[in-house]
């Protein structure tokens, strides 16, 4: 089971905001929320809990689009973090 905290919704250097967004970590679905962008990280929060996460820029290893739907059944962006030293 994947848990998030609660989140304050980002409101600085937002450069793009992508409502009705599914987040998925792993194989488990977390719900539909809102996606930002902001100058200095990846942000997502679940519309319905208020939960959800920031990931910052240094702590990405790995993004791309991936619009195989062979790969998946849906057109999405994919996000690899890692910990960054």
Known sequence: MVGLPSFSLPT????????????HIKDKELGKGT???TE???SWVN???????SLEYPHI????????LNAYPSECLLCYAGLAN
Request: aromatic content about 6%; charged content about 15%.
């Open 12 to 23: 600085n250097g937002i450069k793009h905001e992508q409502p009705h967004t599914s987040v």
């Open 35 to 37: 996606l930002f962008i």
């Open 40 to 42: 200095s990280n990846v």
């Open 47 to 53: 519309s319905c809990t208020g939960e959800g996460f």
């Open 61 to 68: 290893a790995l993004h791309a689009v991936s619009r195989d």
